[in-house]
């Protein structure tokens, strides 16, 4: 299925405003996030979009570029406003069309999934005679995601796991409409567990005779039923034959109890993927990850590697959390570069736009500092001061995996750690792909 993808407005025109916002901003961070999803999740969809920037594209070429392109479809992603006090989402098809044409009927399958998760009041399925739903030559559709000038509905705009929300929504239905085949292993990283312990001294002993095996491993700490356990993992891998593949290779090193578990639970892992342990991804392979996506984007890999390894966190997927909420340090939120604020630190709104570090290795430090404060009971060592600024705010422990920060982390974000660990899964296919050539430049 080819999909033009086209969020609305751009450049000179920045659409509709209101509370702080404005909708060309909002419009193509949802479309971005749409295309994100479709190109990694699903193996039938192409996607072109009208513009991946703060561009400039008259209407006109929105649409002639999509008809010479031959779409299946065309999708338009918009941002409503009127007097302050509407609210909610609607969508529209052409007004010459029938409620029985395929176009009425992607608009019907389509319009359930999002208003299914989109917390806005559903204003219904409608027609109009805008430009590009009657100059193209596919079916089209332009979806009007809540009002900008509304206080309710511009508070979820900002809110960077509404919008991902939003654009999980508009695939859902996209999937249903065009029956979109899931790429295979999609969502669940493997991973490769090589022993369970209670004392950290027999993991580390376990570790050790891993690797004079030739078998790299590290220890993960998790919560169990309340319990702390130090697991030795010896690998991740987002391929179920390549995980697989080293359960042989550890059970023939003599670990013949080794299993593997999935981010989903599978088999004993009934605490989800932890906050606490290792760093698998090199700085140098974190940095070139987001420069592939946003190449004037700052190197903060190896502050999320040092941090990482000081308090015992898990500094590669941390960094996905980063890449998460500044957009790929595009900073399209309310949160500005100038702050060095990675994770999002106290913002709420434009009034509010949260904590400011002098440097990035600060904010970078103040990140960590409240995962550990969420991931762990124990005191914040001492070799570097608190400047996380919410760290005694939090309930300590209270968030031992990344799926835990739901509802913590970001309000209401109920798939905000499963986000955090999909753009992790991202960054492992990344890493997988492009080793070789970053270990050539090195």
């Not at 940095?287 to 040092?306: H, P, R």
């Not at 509010?352 to 969420?374: C, I, K, R, W």
Request: net charge negative.
């Amino acid at each position: 299925m080819k999909l033009y993808l086209d969020p609305g407005h751009g450049g000179s025109d920045p659409g509709a405003q209101g509370n702080g916002l404005d909708e060309k901003d909002i419009n193509l961070d949802i479309a971005r996030r749409i295309r994100s999803i479709l190109t990694n999740e699903y193996s039938d969809a192409d996607v072109r979009m009208s513009r991946t920037e703060d561009s400039t594209k008259s209407l006109e070429q929105r649409t002639n570029e999509a008809n010479s392109w031959d779409a299946d479809y065309y999708l338009s992603i918009h941002c409503n406003a009127f007097n302050g006090n509407a609210q909610g989402y609607e969508d529209y098809i052409h007004s010459s069309l029938s409620d029985s044409s395929s176009t009425a009927r992607y608009q019907d399958i389509i319009h359930a999934e999002v208003t299914k998760v989109n917390q806005l009041r559903n204003r219904g399925q409608k027609k109009a005679n805008f430009h590009v739903l009657r100059e193209t030559t596919m079916s089209a559709l332009l979806t009007e995601n809540g009002f900008i000038d509304n206080a309710h509905d511009a508070d979820l705009m900002r809110d960077l796991s509404w919008r991902e929300t939003v654009a999980r929504g508009h695939v859902n239905g996209l999937a249903k409409a065009f029956n979109l085949q899931p790429k295979e292993d999609n969502g669940t990283l493997y991973k490769v567990i090589a022993g369970s312990f209670q004392s950290k001294e027999n993991a580390k002993n376990r570790v050790d005779y891993l690797q004079s095996n030739g078998i790299e491993s590290f220890v993960v700490a998790v919560t169990i039923s309340g319990e702390q356990w130090y697991r030795v993992q010896a690998g991740v891998f987002s391929n179920r034959n390549n995980a697989e593949t080293r359960l042989e290779t550890v059970r023939n090193a003599g670990i013949e109890d080794a299993f593997n578990i999935t981010e989903n639970g599978g088999q004993e892992d009934t605490s989800g993927y932890p906050i606490l342990g290792q760093t698998f991804l090199s700085p140098e392979l974190m940095n070139q990850f987001v420069k592939d996506i946003n190449a004037s984007a700052v190197e903060i890999g190896s502050y999320y590697l040092t941090f990482g390894e000081y308090y015992g966190i898990r500094g590669d997927i941390a960094f996905a959390q980063a890449m998460h909420e500044t957009d790929f340090l595009r900073f399209t939120g309310i949160v500005q570069p100038e702050q060095n604020n990675f994770c999002g630190l106290g913002a709420t709104g434009p009034d509010n736009p949260g904590a400011s570090f002098d440097t990035p290795g600060e904010g970078v430090l103040a990140h960590m500092q409240h995962l550990f404060a969420y991931a762990s009971t124990d005191p914040l060592p001492d070799e570097y001061p608190l400047v996380d600024p919410r760290f005694d705010l939090v309930t300590r422990g209270s968030a031992p995996t990344w799926v835990d920060l739901n509802g913590k982390w970001a309000v209401p974000g109920d798939n905000y750690g499963q986000s955090i660990l999909n753009l992790y899964e991202r960054m492992i296919d990344f890493a997988m792909q492009n080793l070789e050539d970053i270990l050539q430049e090195l």
